[in-house]
């Protein structure tokens, strides 16, 4: 079936260090979604990418959606400790299949 | 506050029972999802209905069972419970029904079978 591969699994940094998640699809996606889930918290929406090669910022996060519509990264300029949590990605085809998750631990 | 709401919040029952556990989605959002997220696992797609119909499944086992009534809100049955199916259950409801839109989680259902 459908698989979404994300690493790494978990990434260690230091305060303001950036950091980076990647998402890789075996098949071509609608559109994917990312999301973050804090600590005992639940999901919540960060962005939906659309269009081929489209890069989108949001302060100091960026998301680019791979122009072959198969990859996807977000980018973490400058961590803070309040970029603490899960990062997921999200791939639609026909259903919405989460990847596993980036754990992103930030150390002051 | 996401609007999505998950009762009851903590279960804990014993191998072998069966538990309900109900879902009310976002006024106006059609389409309702149900995931299963384990101990350090990602989020398992279980199921999505949309306006009352089953409208994709993903790995849900045959153990298992939804609903979504004509109110919209949906209710998942976990029937035979083993322990491996302890985890974190969350509801989460869209306003389409093609997977073009946000998901609105809950908070989730923890679920404990000893």
């Known amino acids: 079936g459908q698989q979404v591969m994300q690493i790494p699994q978990y990434q260690h940094v230091q305060e303001g260090e950036d950091f980076t998640t990647y998402c890789n699809s075996s098949t071509t996606l609608s559109n994917i979604q990312w999301y973050k889930q804090r600590p005992g918290g639940h999901p919540v929406f960060l962005i939906q990418?659309?269009?081929?090669?489209e890069v989108k910022k949001q302060k100091r996060l960026t998301f680019q959606f791979g122009e072959a519509k198969k990859n996807s990264s977000l980018h973490i300029t400058a961590t803070q400790t309040t970029d603490v949590g899960t990062y997921f990605c999200a791939a639609v085809t026909g259903k919405l299949i989460f990847g596993q998750g980036t754990t992103l631990q930030v150390k002051p | 506050d996401s609007g999505v709401t998950q009762t009851p919040k903590h279960l804990i029952t014993a191998t072998g029972q069966r538990v309900t556990l109900r879902c009310s989605p976002r006024?106006?959002?059609?389409?309702v999802y149900w995931y299963q997220q384990s101990l350090d696992q990602g989020l398992q797609f279980l199921i999505q209905y949309y306006n009352g119909e089953e409208r994709a499944k993903g790995n849900i086992l045959e153990r298992f069972s939804a609903q979504q009534f004509p109110d919209l809100h949906s209710e998942l049955n976990l029937s035979s419970l083993e322990l491996g199916d302890s985890a974190l259950y969350f509801c989460?409801?869209?306003?389409?029904?093609?997977?073009?839109?946000?998901?609105?989680f809950g908070e989730g259902s923890r679920l404990t079978v000893l």
């Open positions: 990418l659309v269009k081929s090669g």
């Open positions: 006024s106006g959002d059609l389409s």
């Open positions: 989460a409801s869209s306003g389409s029904g093609d997977n073009t839109g946000e998901l609105f």
